[in-house]
């Protein structure tokens, strides 16, 4: 029997969390000061400390702990006072010291929210903890078919990443979403990624593994006070894949449950080609960690004027920002929702500041700009085309030189890497005909060829026009101003 993603939602009520890492766009590792730069030669960004040898002691880098303060705050969590770091003890490969620095019962910030707007909807995700650790090296399977351990013939290891700061944000469960859930725990991922970014204390790429997700999900029938069992699933490394991993999570757990089972409480692996997750390992508690204060490493007492000069600090925070924005560019909040889930509120608040009209701005990020961004499979802001550039091309359809099917092959050009607006107008010859004298001819013509049409002008059915306003766009292969040929059509018949 299978289970739909709505018929598990009729029956049960789901719950998630999400716990996020960041790695921190700090220049050096969190305990020792080699560099952190991404893709460099394996093996070559490690010293004594982060290779875990004998003998070698951790140092604490303050500006991780400044980033983890502001990303705390901008959380709206409080700060501790005084705090340390834990040992958490396991074996991995990619962990050369046998235990991974963490924070345990003493987190740097906690008990905050971020407020996520969904659907015009604003829900409040409640922050439990932003604690700080350090990354682990990354192991890489050579010789099988899917880059997995199974089935390869050797593994390697790079522990360019080992000592990479890293901090974990954990939520509290998420109720009371229903249908949403999926699409609630995206937008938070979405929102938290663009507020990390504002703070500028990471560069937050799913893709290179600075941002990366565990998605816990639970169901429980609806009426119950005790939730499910929950699983983890483990590095959910694109914002769709958060979506997909709820509901297709949603959807195993109701067949489970319908079928006489019981959720086991695990990690579990997502499979970015088929949306589904598989069964990992059974799930540590955390005695099996065996956590207890770092020894080598002193307490984490960060004083409160510096707390305080960290939070006057903070950049303007996407909440003030929204409602600067839906203020001045008369936005609902569908409307704002759409620009900032479509990665589009960097660049049309730059075109605005640019020039551009904000309506303008919008037509053109979330219309021609998006579809193309969308056809190359990237962001929108990742386009070869700038903020000014598109600013310019508003002007000059403002300004009557080029229409929209103009300026879109002015777009097109400059993605193209043709030039400047400027240059590609030039070269591709795409100023609208706004010589009279030529508009004039092409409308005689198109007058004469149309005597019905012209009849029913005369009759006072001025909508018939359109037909005369197509045949001259057309022998002036778009070149026209539409407008002005209506204008010049009209007075020609009056
Ligand atoms: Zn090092």
Known sequence: MTVTYEEALQKYEPVFGLETHVELGTTTKMFCGCPTTFGAEPNSHVCPVCLGLPGSLPVTNRVAIEYTIKIGLALNCSIASWCRFARKNYFYPDMPKNFQISQYDEPLCVDGYLDVLVGGKTVRVGIERVHLEEDTGKSLHIGGATGRIQGADYSLVDYNRAGIPLVEIVTRPVPGTGFLAPEVARAYVTQLRDLLRSLGVSDVRMEEGSLRCDVNTSLSPYGSDVWGTRTETKNVNSLRSVERAVRSEISRQAEVLDSGGRVIQETRHFHEDTGTTTSGRSKEEAQDYRYFPEPDLVPVAPPRDWVESIAASLPELPAARRARLMSAWSLS????????????????????????????????????LARRANDAGIDVSELPIT??????????????????????????????EEGTPDEVVAARGLAVVSDDSALLSAIDEAIAANPDVVARIRDGKVQAAGVLVGAVMKATRGKADAARVRDLIMERLS
């Open 387 to 416: 903020p000014a550039d598109v600013a310019r091309i508003s002007e000059l359809v403002a300004a009557g030189s080029l229409n929209d099917r103009l300026a879109r092959q002015v777009i097109e050009g400059v993605l193209d």
């Open 333 to 368: 909040e569908l409307e704002f929702e759409a620009l900032q889930n479509a990665g589009a509120l960097d660049v049309v608040e730059a075109t605005v500041a640019a020039g551009a009209s904000p309506a303008d701005a919008r037509k053109w990020w979330l219309g021609e």
